[in-house]
């Protein structure tokens, strides 16, 4: 039977806290705001996101603490809540942190996208102005 003396054993302590936190650092990246637009356009399916609007939703789910379900969903790992999070965001422009009430975008939320019926209250186009309305 081998036994460590002191020295071997605050050694191999330090080897295995280490290696651990080697590991443990090194497992998830952090996501950054290109990474968040990537994920948005991959939920949302859509490629011309304001990626300004993206990185102040992102300040948003990290303030809000959602930074290791990011890097899940971002690995693909279903976060079905979060998702809808993030939908939401995208959606009513609205920032996803309830302590810092912000409109990020207003008036290119997607919900006026997704209504073209209608534009955003307060905002009206060029060519509504140049003609006559019809009776």
Same mark, same amino acid.
């Given at each position: 039977?081998?036994?460590?003396?002191?020295?071997?054993?605050?050694?191999?302590?330090?080897?295995?806290?280490?290696?651990?936190?080697?590991?443990?650092?090194?497992?998830?990246?952090?996501?950054? #705001?290109?990474? *968040? &637009?990537?994920?948005?356009?991959?939920?949302?399916?859509? @490629?011309? +996101?304001? !990626?300004? $609007? #993206?990185?102040? *939703? &992102?300040?948003?789910?990290?303030?809000?603490?959602?930074? @290791?379900? +990011?890097? !899940?969903? $971002?690995?693909?790992?279903?976060?079905?809540?979060?998702?809808?999070?993030?939908?939401?965001?995208?959606?009513?422009?609205?920032?996803?942190?309830?302590?810092?009430?912000?409109?990020?975008?207003?008036?290119?939320?997607?919900?006026?996208?997704?209504?073209?019926?209608?534009?955003?209250?307060?905002?009206?186009?060029?060519?509504?102005?140049?003609?006559?309305?019809?009776?």
């Amino acid at each position: 039977m081998v036994l460590l003396g002191r020295r071997g054993f605050v050694f191999c302590g330090v080897v295995v806290l280490a290696s651990w936190s080697g590991l443990r650092l090194h497992a998830a990246p952090s996501i950054d #705001a290109n990474g *968040f &637009l990537a994920l948005s356009k991959k939920l949302l399916q859509r @490629e011309n +996101l304001d !990626a300004e $609007a #993206a990185a102040k *939703f &992102l300040q948003g789910f990290l303030a809000m603490g959602d930074e @290791e379900a +990011l890097n !899940a969903l $971002a690995e693909g790992l279903p976060q079905p809540e979060l998702e809808e999070r993030i939908l939401v965001a995208w959606y009513t422009g609205l920032s996803p942190d309830p302590s810092n009430p912000e409109a990020v975008t207003y008036g290119s939320a997607l919900v006026w996208q997704a209504m073209s019926y209608t534009k955003a209250p307060g905002f009206c186009a060029v060519e509504d102005w140049s003609e006559a309305p019809v009776l």
